[in-house]
């Protein structure tokens, strides 16, 4: 019998492999896009399931959104969240957007601390 923590490291490996082909994907369809990133923060997995797309400035950001890009990025959110076994159910509450520019201008580009002030934010 496998323990909950592994099972839950095996699901961590997993969503990591399917979010790396999202963004890779993502990467060469949507301009702008540079990284996504996931966290759970101190919230039980996967309720607490953050994941972040991120552009290199603000206005390819808006641009994405304004676009229906988002509409692409929840899609390979979803199917991310499919392949690893959990509930597509939680994206409207899980997915988040930034960009580089406005974390160096909040966080002077510290991404945990940027993470960290959005989750509190949005929890």
């Known amino acids: 019998m496998v323990s909950p923590k592994r099972k839950q490291q095996q699901i961590e490996r997993q969503l990591i492999a399917s979010l ?6 993502a990467k060469a ?19 607490g399931l953050r994941v ?19 509409h692409r990025m929840r899609a390979l959110t979803r ?5 690893t076994g959990i509930d597509p159910q939680l994206i409207s509450a899980c997915l988040q957007f930034d960009s580089e520019e406005a974390c160096r201008k909040a966080r002077n580009g510290d991404w945990l601390a940027r993470l960290a002030q959005i989750r509190r934010t949005r929890h």
């Open 20 to 25: 790396t082909d999202a963004c890779e994907t």
């Open 29 to 47: 369809e949507i301009p702008g896009f540079s990284w996504l990133t996931h966290d759970n923060g101190n919230h039980e997995f996967p309720a």
């Open 52 to 70: 972040t797309w991120i552009f290199d400035t603000q206005a390819n950001l808006d641009r994405a959104l304004a676009s229906g890009d988002d």
């Open 79 to 83: 199917v991310a969240l499919e392949e």
